[in-house]
């Protein structure tokens, strides 16, 4: 009985909707908008949090990069140059750079290190069979891969014979072994580097890629490079740090350094047969890349590097040490405030809609004064007409919050193709956006209802 009389008054809250279509409908669009904000807002939100977790995977975990820098140092010590002050007239500093000693006393002196490896980057053309491609050629330790979280779909890493006496072997990116090698297994076979015949061992397992993080934090791509042994890149293919004073001094001169000044500056070859002509880098390495056991031990580690470094250098800061994954941490924080604004005001809007259904249920009320009231004298109780009108406002409510969620859905696969923004439409989401919608027609429609039911019947058969 209980239960077939609050069918009735839900049956006279879905006649009532019906019969104002139009009403219905303006009052629910309050609550179409809203909830498709909140679910396009928290995609937009879930996409970039996940862009910044790929990211740091493919910056690693805990890692700090040291890389070149240019700067130039002037006899004396004068202002403007990265001296010290304790120059002596007419001295002069000098800095190898980047080398393979600096990776030996990180090595020795940094307790908190996990891994380390140098690297060392050049623009080779890779040929076989009459193709030509141009790759980029690294010559690395094993730790790299571990570094970058980077899997091989086959073959294995370099063993040790391999990486001590400097071997011609390599592992190719999944772009070069597409390239080259499309309906066979490429290990085992060789792959001309320049003048050199390297043997494939492995291959690195294919990665997601994307721009953004080439862009700000300087990553590339592994498809397209060819790894090999570091002490294979300085036997066989070039190795900076022995190059001769007149060759310095001639890169001096192209950098704009002149006489009486000793110019480093950091950045990737490009024609390693000719680098002395076509980039002054003199760092044996293009960069060294450091990890560290825990997160909190980032900071402290970058600085004990930076001090060890200037040290072995002169005193010269002729490198730059960032750290990745904090730069990204704090990006991501940035993000998640902004996130949070955009989630309020997508928020507000339902708010919003919530007062449009008590607007429009006041107003009904008022409408419907003489309806109250016949269903009041033929025996409706105050609890049956407060269950029509909440019933009419939480089925408004509920329409609308599934309306918005079918246009939330696509407003999110609309930003991803017309702005090339990364979205995720999360269940939770949904879920809140739709939880949202439904406590708002039940609190903002009880008050209209509660008045429609407190109405004198006698006063509402004389409206």
């Not at 949090?49 to 990211?55: A, D, N, P, S, V």
């Not at 995977?57 to 240019?70: A, D, E, M, Q, Y």
């Not at 073959?155 to 070069?176: A, H, M, S, W, Y």
């Not at 031990?297 to 930076?306: D, R």
Request: charged share 20%.
């Amino acid at each position: 009985m209980f239960i077939k009389r609050y069918l009735h008054d839900f049956h006279i809250a879905v006649e009532a909707i019906f019969a104002n279509r139009v009403k219905s409908i303006l009052t629910a669009l309050g609550i179409i908008f809203g909830v498709a904000a909140v679910i396009s807002m928290l995609a937009i939100g879930n996409g970039a949090e996940q862009e910044i977790l790929e990211q740091i995977k493919l910056v690693g975990v805990n890692n700090i990069v040291i890389t070149p820098s240019s700067f130039t140092v002037n006899e004396g010590g004068t202002p403007g140059s990265n001296s010290n002050g304790n120059d002596k007239p007419g001295g002069k500093k000098f800095s190898k750079g980047l080398t393979l000693l600096d990776v030996e006393a990180i090595k020795q002196v940094l307790p908190t290190v996990e891994r380390i490896t140098p690297v060392i980057s050049f623009n080779y053309s890779a040929l076989l069979d009459g193709k030509s491609k141009p790759v980029v050629l690294e010559g690395i330790e094993n730790s790299y891969f571990d570094l970058f979280n980077m899997q091989l779909a086959g073959g294995n890493r370099f063993n040790k014979v391999q990486t001590e006496k400097g071997l011609p072997v390599c592992i190719i990116g999944d772009n070069i072994k597409t390239q080259f090698f499309r309906q066979e297994d490429p290990v085992g076979k060789y792959i001309k580097c320049g003048q050199i015949w390297l043997k494939i061992v492995g291959v690195v397992e294919r990665r997601d890629f994307t721009a953004s993080a080439s862009d700000e934090l300087g990553i590339s791509s592994s498809d397209n490079k060819i790894f090999i042994p570091v002490q294979t890149m300085l036997l066989r293919f070039k190795n900076r740090a022995l190059l001769r004073a007149d060759e310095i001094a001639k890169a001096n001169q192209r950098a704009g350094g002149g006489d009486g000044m000793v110019v480093i500056i950091g950045g990737p070859a490009e024609q390693p047969d000719n680098a002395i002509d076509t980039d002054p880098n003199l760092n044996q390495l293009d960069k060294i890349i450091v990890q560290v056991k825990e997160t909190e031990q980032l900071s402290q580690s970058a600085n004990l590097i930076k001090r060890m470094l200037l040290r072995r250098h002169s005193g010269l800061y002729d490198f730059e040490v960032t750290i990745p994954e904090l730069l990204l941490k704090q990006q991501q924080k940035t993000k998640n405030i902004f996130n949070v604004v955009l989630g309020a005001i997508a928020g507000i809007s339902l708010i919003v809609g919530g007062i449009g259904i008590m607007n429009i249920m006041l107003a009904s009320v008022l409408e419907r004064i003489r309806e109250i009231g016949v269903r009041q004298a033929v025996g409706a109780k105050q609890k049956d007409i407060i269950a029509q009108f909440l019933a009419e406002s939480t089925l408004i409510s509920l329409t609308g919050g599934i309306i918005g969620i079918i246009l939330g859905i696509v407003l999110s696969k609309v930003i991803t193709a017309v702005f090339d923004i990364k979205t995720i439409v999360s269940f939770f989401s949904i879920f809140i956006a739709f939880g949202v919608s439904v406590i708002v027609g039940i609190t903002f429609g009880y008050l209209p209802a509660k008045k429609a039911a407190e109405n004198d019947p006698v006063v509402s058969l004389r409206a």
